[in-house]
């Protein structure tokens, strides 16, 4: 018979349960500033409900009414600099750190309340009810709240989807060499979703002080915890990874402070990640003023027994006990926190005209203009002012295209320590899979960091950074294809930061990501993103034919607030062309193409590694054509000016592009065309692309699957006999 041996994780998993010596001993001042938030965000979310139920809130508003006390508690535990982040359900987050933010000492609702948090509540409810005078002028509503400046970075619709860049914001703020730690908030249904574990991994792996903290409010919508995991005590995913973790009455502020305390000390002296798992309850369902028992996945009597629990009332009942507070105070703090809400209310609604007695709406001058329906998706390239541009005063020579992609990086790396590559093996292997990032890691030991296998956690940890904004970060991407791994932080969270939460913030992230087409990686790793990229509305693409562009537009890239995603090619890889002999600091500016080959008879719009396999066409087949370099290839960037230039002269146009039909850029592309060229084109567009699969490992059925040279000297010869 073998031996047994029980093995325990390296990690601590502990059970806090308050005393009544703990709530004897605990600091008056810490009390009544819970007793204040707690009421006030209590007051609030029903304020809230109010509205919805007159229907005034568009969309949903997530209730928090029953789990104020874990936000209370542990927001009372952070630092202004800590930088706390949440999901769907956040106003009492939010509301916690906003709060803490402008009233650091406390305030108290018997008294006239300070301007400063009249404005956080009446900011707060504006943006819930999606007007012009809310965090985000209303685009983000409930679901969406944002306040950098008081280190709430934002709060997520996408289950899970905050996480990740939370470890970005940890990892931002130990770079930076301060001690402050990063919060997210999620419920029980996300600590069951990829991102959350992925990120539980890459924080432990890189000891990031970022707690991981679980509202545990029994359901997720209507499924209960037990039904949707074998281990329904969430704190013990914790250990599993390696992380410090404690289960606490959520329903007891004084328990989750002092958890939250313990965990706080803990990052803070640098060992690590930190769960905390507040066992907690929503009063209501999911969202909107009915309990969940009226929609019968659980009882009326389960709903009583939880708020018979309630922590305003548990804190409540200590305080007074201890003489820290009257029930005539108590009573006139609810009733301070109910008054403040209306006042919020009246700037923001007026009596309907016409409607039933006490029937309100929004006040029309609240509402944002909807012209500003697309403001600010993408930046104003203010930060090009001054950039010096390429030209002819860059000695150029022919240079290897791989050495040219690691010497920009080296350059940028030497002359901005905010730069940090990350991304798998990009630390090893002599510079990567490919030699990109070839003798940075000696240059830079900590700013050149090798991945876990996780997509979706680094790609979101770099949006993290971005969005805490001391950092630039850049994402290696081995293969694009795996940009449909981290599609929720690429498309959800990065692509649609600036615009969602008000179209001011910068999101300066740069991914690059290889195509392999050609290289017998078969139908996962070929794949060209421009054509899914180019749908995603924050984001820019570039994509270099040249190690001279590449060197430019890699330094506009990191030079630029907007998410820019830079293309390269394996076939570009280790050939050579023009590049710099040793000028490493000029930019090729947004928005502007090169025209390769000037021709009267058709103008070639191509991009990557097809520009080469172009021009060899256009030479083969003897048509006089127009080979235009794209560069720029996002709806923001395009250069019309170029492109309209040349189809006035060609009246015909060829989009050229290697991959599948199906994720095409060119079918976006030639819409747009026709749309702003229409009457200067003689014929309908033409196109080549690959075939409808994407390309197989078989040498054969890969080559017939995309195209190059031949599939493009073949359309220029179906344009010359049109
Ligand atoms: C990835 C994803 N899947 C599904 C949803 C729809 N959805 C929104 S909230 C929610 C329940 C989340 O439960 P939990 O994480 O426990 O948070 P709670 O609502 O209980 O606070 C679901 C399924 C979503 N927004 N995102
Ligand atoms: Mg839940």
Redesign the pocket.
Known sequence: MPELHPLQPEATWTALVTTDADWDEADPALLAAMFHQLVLVRAFEEYVLELAAAGLVHGPA?SSIGQEGGAVGSVLALAPGDEING???GHHQFLAKALQHVAPKGFDLTAELPDEIRTVLLRTLAEICGLARGFSHGRGGSMHLQWKQAGAMGTN????GGVPLAAGFAWAGRQAGTDAVAVTY?????AN?GSTLETFNLAAAWRLPVCFFV?N?Q???STSVAEATGEPRLSARGPGFGIASWRVDGMDPLAVHLAMREAVAHMREGRGPTLVEADTY?YFH?NGPFPGSAFRYRSKQEEAQWRARDPIELLAGHMIRRGLLTEAARDASVAGAKSAMEAAGEMLLEPKPGGKPGERRIRPAEWPDPAFVDVGVRGDLSEFDGARPGGDDVAVHEVKFIDAVAEVMRRRMTADDRIVVMGEDVHRLSGGTNGATKGLKDAFPDRILGTPISENAFTGLAGGIALDGRFRPVVEFMYADFMWVAADQLFNQVGKARHMFGGDGPVPLVLRSKVATGSGYGSQHSMDPAGVFATAPGWRIVAPSTPYDYVGLMNAALRCEDPVVVIEHVDLYNSTGPGPVDDYDYHLPVGRAAVRRGGEAVTVVAYLSMVAEALAAVAESGVDAEVIDLRWLDRASLDWETLGASVRKTNRVLIVEQGPVGTSYGGWLSDEIQRRLFDWLDAPIMRVTGGEASPSISKVLERAAYARREEVAEALRRAGEA
């Not at 619709?157 to 899970?160: C, N, P, S, T, Y």
């Not at 999620?186 to 996300?190: E, M, Q, T, W, Y």
């Open positions: 997530h999901s769907h359900r619709a996408i289950v899970g999620f419920g029980d249904g996300a979703i509202e409010n359901y997720a919508v929503r999911q």
